[in-house]
């Protein structure tokens, strides 16, 4: 091993060299002059008595740790086309991150990205093509990804965790993963090129839920000024467990699979551990430490971050069948659902999701499956910031739909929108490495336009710029809503009362709990 004193900073190297605060680091150059490390250790390994623990700083290193590689993701079952992971397989040691710099040298200060992968809380990982920070890097974004834990390992809660833990919280060990990263960009970014002061953090799906749990969380407070959020949050049907009942299920948990103690869990290997769990479902939680009360509550007070937003959603999350299933998409089936789910409250939700026919369902019921799934959520999240503390607030809805590859997309069902998770690529700049859809100069015109909004408000809080169409906030007179297709355009809110009437639901059902 090579001795530190002759090492020179340096980020203009072919093998560019840095130091953090666990010791050197080794990264890569590629042909556009960005800088990529990957495999970065941001925490201890979270392993053995360190299983279901916060995350704990990383231990220093002699020499020089060569990150030219991605590191391990986190153990996960679930897998799906669109996940194309560039990882060194899977192990319960993923907490590492990947970091892609256009800087010269240290202490540049460019506006930083930190991105949080989606994956339902039981898969992804921040090697996934789509996330990669090349493209970022050339806009002169310095682009972190990160992994944190999954599943059973990053969710787990049980009282013996409660009664071991300092704060008296268990659960959320994923959440608290992503803000141990936070703190280690905060302390380190600079050698980089970074700006620890511009930061703004962003996520797709459990990603988005996940910026909207940092931004409700007081530990996070001071970590990043801005937030991108696609597809997500923790406010509306998807608020948290309390850590009681989080706690319950962990017990059903241990006792489903014949096992007594916390201790006895800690000794299961990882792979079998993480087969164990697939029947079982382990909740966010209000854990009392990282979420002390019920995100929407820190909302709704204007106790979250003081921070401008940029949010919004996709215009075909999922489609009709995610509502009917496998029963067609008639009118009679359609309202038969409808009033099976709602109740009392069917003819209001029938007004508002219309289907005077059998032609009309296949709209309708995507809508109503699209806003149960995700749309309501994310409007509850942007509502409630805009209403709030008066920082900008800006809402997008992506409509480009892009045409699948036959042969790995064909499922005979057709697409009335952009479906969930489809526009990260456009975002981050990433269309080339995904192989599933046929990419025109349509799509590579909307990619131009998205990456230009994000790139702008990573820099500024505001997406405005030269070249692109005007993206007004929410807070005017008629809260406008970004369109993102070939014709980009801001139009008047024209969806509201669909979302107020399930926000109205919604709290009658958490009223009678």
Request: charged fraction near 20%; glycine fraction near 10%; aromatic fraction near 10%.
């Amino acid at each position: 091993m090579l001795s530190l004193s002759i090492h020179a900073q340096s980020l203009n190297s072919s093998r560019p060299q840095v130091k953090i605060g666990g010791g050197w680091v080794q990264g890569s150059r590629d042909t556009n002059n960005v800088k990529s490390f990957k495999g970065i250790p941001y925490a201890q390994p979270p392993i053995g008595a360190l299983r279901w623990r916060e995350p704990q700083p990383v231990e220093s290193w002699s020499g020089v740790k060569v990150t030219d590689r991605f590191s391990a993701k986190p153990p996960q079952t679930a897998n799906y086309p669109d996940m194309v992971s560039r990882s060194a397989g899977q192990s319960e040691d993923c907490l590492y991150l990947n970091i892609w710099t256009p800087a010269s040298r240290s202490g540049e200060k460019l506006p930083v990205l930190v991105y949080f992968y989606g994956g339902g809380f039981v898969s992804g990982d921040g090697s996934e093509n789509r996330y990669d920070g090349s493209s970022m890097a050339r806009k002169g974004v310095v682009t972190v990804t990160l992994n944190y834990r999954l599943g059973v390992f990053g969710l787990f809660s049980h009282p013996e965790l409660t009664k071991e833990s300092v704060h008296h919280s268990s659960g959320n060990y994923g959440l608290m993963d992503q803000h141990a990263a936070l703190v280690w960009v905060k302390n380190n970014i600079a050698a980089f090129g970074g700006d620890p002061q511009k930061v703004t953090i962003g996520g797709e799906s459990a990603g988005s839920m996940s910026i909207s749990a940092q931004m409700a969380s007081p530990l996070s407070k001071g970590l990043f000024r801005g937030a991108i959020g696609e597809s997500g949050s923790i406010l509306g049907t998807a608020s948290p467990a309390p850590l009681n009942q989080a706690e319950q299920a962990g017990i059903r948990f241990l006792n489903g699979i014949g096992k007594r103690t916390i201790e006895e869990l800690r000794r299961i290997p990882a792979d079998e551990l993480l087969n164990l769990s697939q029947p079982y479902h382990f909740p966010l939680t209000v854990d009392g430490y990282l979420l002390p009360e019920s995100p929407e509550l820190i909302f709704a007070t204007g106790r979250q971050m003081d921070i401008p937003l940029l949010a919004g959603w996709n215009s075909a999350e999922v489609d009709y069948r995610s509502l009917l299933g496998t029963d067609a998409p008639t009118i009679n089936n359609y309202q038969q659902k409808v009033r099976q789910l709602y109740g009392r409250h069917a003819d209001d939700v029938l007004k508002a999701y219309v289907a005077r026919s059998d032609s009309d369902v296949l709209r309708a019921a995507t809508d109503l499956a699209s806003d149960r799934f995700i749309v309501f959520n994310t409007w509850k999240w942007i509502d409630l910031h805009g209403k709030t503390n008066g920082y900008p607030v800006y809402r997008y809805l992506f409509a480009r739909q892009p045409e699948p590859v036959v042969l790995s997309q064909g499922n005979g069902v057709t697409a009335l929108g952009a479906k969930h998770a489809v526009e990260i690529d456009y975002g981050l700049g990433n269309l080339a490495s995904n192989h599933l859809y046929q990419w025109t100069p349509g799509d590579l015109q909307v990619s131009a336009i998205m990456q230009g909004y994000l790139v702008n408000f990573i820099k500024s809080g505001d997406p405005n710029g030269p070249g692109l169409p005007k993206w007004y906030g929410m807070q005017s007179s008629i809260p406008k809503v970004q369109i993102l297709d070939v014709n980009t355009k801001s139009e008047p809110e024209k969806n509201l009362r669909r979302y107020l009437l399930l926000d109205k639901i919604n709290a009658e059902v958490g009223r009678s709990r």
